[in-house]
Nanobody
Framework: QVQVEDAGGGLVQAGDSLRLSCAVS???????VGWFRQAPGQEREFVAA????????SYADFVKGRFTVSKDNAKNTVNLQMNSLKPADTAVYSC????????????????????WGQGTQVTVSS
């Protein structure tokens, strides 16, 4: 049974860094993990994604240069390193896993993923 569990959120100040993790179980290859976020009253938006095989990454424009998504093969975990955080980054961040054709073709679409973590709150104060 495939499961993903996200963790690592917290309260930080503007300019600080935070690293989120997404632990994957039940699947060891040929999948992609995406990170999404949702702020109160707003729609869920794509942050970043990575293919487990090959490590190809994609990012939303608003996080390029600040966030880095990576994978830890030994731990079967995907990490999201977030630097230079801004108050606008405040949201619930969730990781998601998929291995359908759509997952690899449209990694920025929430509909491309079938397994979701419970979400972790990131709050950035000014």
């Amino acid at each position: 049974q495939v499961q993903v569990e996200d963790a690592g959120g917290g309260l930080v100040q503007a300019g600080d860094s935070l690293r989120l993790s997404c632990a994957v179980s039940g699947r060891t290859s040929n999948y992609a993990v995406g990170w999404f976020r949702q702020a109160p009253g707003q729609e869920r938006e794509f942050v970043a994604a990575i293919r487990w095989n090959g490590g190809r990454t994609s990012y939303a424009d608003f996080v390029k240069g600040r966030f880095t998504v990576s994978k830890d093969n030994a731990k079967n975990t995907v990490n999201l390193q977030m630097n230079s955080l801004k108050p606008a980054d405040t949201a619930v961040y969730s990781c998601a896993l998929g291995f359908r054709g759509d997952t690899f073709s449209y990694p920025s679409s929430p509909a491309s993923y079938d397994y979701w973590g419970q979400g972790t709150q990131v709050t950035v104060s000014s």
